[in-house]
T-cell receptor, first 112, second 115 residues
Framework: NAGVTQTPKFQVLKTGQSMTLQCAQD?????MYWYRQDPGMGLRLIYY???????DKGEVPNGYNVSRLNKREFSLRLESAAPSQTSVYFC???????????FGSGTQLSVL | GESVGLHLPTLSVQEGDNSIINCAYS??????FIWYKQESGKGPQFIID?????DKRQGQRVTVLLNKTVKHLSLQIAATQPGDSAVYFC??????????????FGTGTRLQVTL
């Protein structure tokens, strides 16, 4: 029972490089989310997908793009990484928006 | 905008004692609240949730109390164990803000259990 799986677990990028963070859930959830977590701050919502085929901006979407590939998978792309995007990124999913989220184990990203 | 906050950033508790972690919320339209535990290097794990039509809910060694009058939420952990050491987050769903309902998280309280 994997739940929410994120890859990679760690990544180091140089400023200007691009990368895609992958997320997959096996709980048949409709809604998926990407959060970032910075020291001393709570989880901040980057983008979310209420259902397959839809995506919407969250609190801090600038510099990111997302793709809801199918019901299971929701990817986050950094087109041109900046040091301000150094953070821990969490993917989450739920069967009912606004209620219990199931989180992945996170991706620690450093942009030099 | 609306926010969820915590009174204490760090709480030290002796093993075996009870822990109380507090959270203030400001969105009176929120009707769902939840607590998460996050251990170092891991993702947040669900502990317990409560709806606004309840004042109290109990789980295994944990109790959540909701006081809607003063917009306050607390998490009580009975007989605190070393394995309870973690950061604890509260969140509210902000229902009624006019946008799709989403959880808004507080900044977290670190619980340190001393032997």
């Amino acid at each position: 029972n994997a739940g929410v799986t994120q890859t990679p677990k760690f990544q180091v990028l140089k400023t200007g490089q691009s990368m895609t963070l992958q997320c997959a859930q096996d709980m048949n959830h409709n809604s998926m989310y990407w959060y970032r977590q910075d020291p001393g701050m709570g989880l901040r919502l980057i983008y979310y997908s209420a259902s397959e085929g839809t995506t919407d901006k969250g609190e801090v979407p600038n510099g990111y793009n997302v793709s809801r590939l199918n019901k299971r998978e929701f990817s986050l792309r950094l087109e041109s990484a900046a040091p301000s995007q150094t953070s821990v990124y969490f993917c989450a999913s739920t069967s009912l928006m606004g209620e219990k989220l199931f989180f992945g184990s996170g991706t620690q990203l450093s942009v030099l | 905008g609306e926010s969820v906050g915590l009174h204490l950033p760090t709480l030290s508790v002796q093993e075996g004692d009870n822990s109380i972690i507090n959270c203030a919320y400001s969105n009176s339209a929120s009707d769902y609240f939840i607590w998460y535990k996050q251990e170092s290097g891991k993702g947040p794990q669900f502990i317990i949730d409560i709806r606004s039509n309840m004042d109290k809910r109990q789980g295994q060694r944990v109790t959540v109390l909701l006081n809607k009058t003063v917009k306050h939420l607390s998490l009580q952990i009975a007989a605190t164990q070393p394995g309870d050491s973690a950061v604890y987050f509260c969140a509210e769903n902000g229902r009624g803000t006019g946008t799709a309902s989403k959880l808004t998280f507080g900044t977290g309280t670190r619980l340190q259990v001393t032997l």
